[in-house]
């Protein structure tokens, strides 16, 4: 092994942001051809799940409960706002960390807090796509039934982030983007809900939630998924009044960037022991 080699193997067991790198290299850059056409076939089918399309097909096949899609257009001018419900959200398929997500609840747009009235919608969401970091203007479009937090005062509804590995939930958080950036908080969890230290370092730290009401449902989604994907993945879902509802994959989670040592150490284990069989 060359030295460089030698190096590049070294920070991808200890540094997880290496291990994202090495892993979007490989399912989506330049993805090596096995010598297994049907392990090269299964790569690349779990790398296309992080399109939010194939995402919403997967789960269907499943019969995982999703947010109900409402309408799916190739630009705004392609979504009918008025006969859309007022509470409604709009995101692109294929972008990430919120971006150019829109939710409209009862006038207002939740992420900027700005009023923006019905009549007003098409045009608030062509600027979103404009000045998007993730989408552009090739990006479709899908309308959703804005989904409730099991606590209502959660006007934006917090992420419950699930890592699984080796055909398990590992690790849960909860992601809570409401209020301005600096109060925006994440919480770490085993599965017996026992709080984690913090595993990111770019969140303040979130309260101590109790038990969510429906953590079993969400465990049995997760090792469901966990177990017929057979690697390491972050599952994301929203937690409603009457049950779980399944977001989103996320293959590259946070690019790997601005985790502790202890989520390091801890991500990478779980890639260690529980190695992707693809």
């Known amino acids: 092994m060359a030295p460089r080699d030698d190096v590049h193997a070294r920070a991808l067991r200890v540094d997880f942001r290496h291990r994202m790198r090495d892993r979007l290299d490989r399912w989506y850059r330049r993805p090596a051809v096995t010598g297994d056409p049907w392990l090269f076939a299964r790569r690349r ?3 296309r799940l992080s399109c939010k399309l194939e995402a919403a097909r997967y789960a269907y096949r ?4 999703i947010p109900e899609r409402l309408a799916l257009a190739d630009s705004p001018e392609g979504l009918d706002f008025d006969a859309l419900p007022e509470r409604v959200v709009v995101k692109p398929h294929d972008a990430t960390d919120s971006d150019a997500v829109s939710i409209f609840r009862d006038g207002v747009e939740l992420f900027t807090g700005e009023e923006v009235p019905r009549e007003g919608r098409r045009a608030f969401v062509a600027q979103r796509l404009r000045t998007a970091r993730y989408a552009d203007a090739r990006s479709r479009l899908i309308a959703e039934r804005y989904v409730e937090d099991y606590e209502p005062r959660f006007l934006i509804p917090r992420d419950f ?6 055909g398990r939930a590992r690790v849960i958080y909860v992601n809570d983007i409401n209020g301005p950036p600096e109060a925006r908080n994440r919480s770490h969890w085993d599965r017996d809900w026992r709080r984690l230290p913090l595993l990111q370092s770019d969140y303040v730290a979130g309260p101590d939630y109790p038990r969510p009401p429906h953590l079993d449902q969400l465990l049995a989604i997760a090792d469901r998924i966990a177990e017929d994907l057979g690697c390491f993945m ?3 879902f929203f937690m409603t009044a009457t049950g779980v509802l399944f977001g989103e994959f996320t293959s590259y989670p946070n690019a790997g960037c601005d985790f502790t040592p202890i989520g390091d150490a801890l991500l990478c284990d ?4 529980f190695p992707d069989p693809f």
């Open 45 to 47: 089918a779990v790398a």
């Open 161 to 166: 982030k699930v890592f699984v590995a080796g």
């Open 62 to 65: 499943m019969g995982i409960p």
């Open 270 to 273: 779980l890639m260690d022991r």
């Open 234 to 236: 972050r599952l994301d």
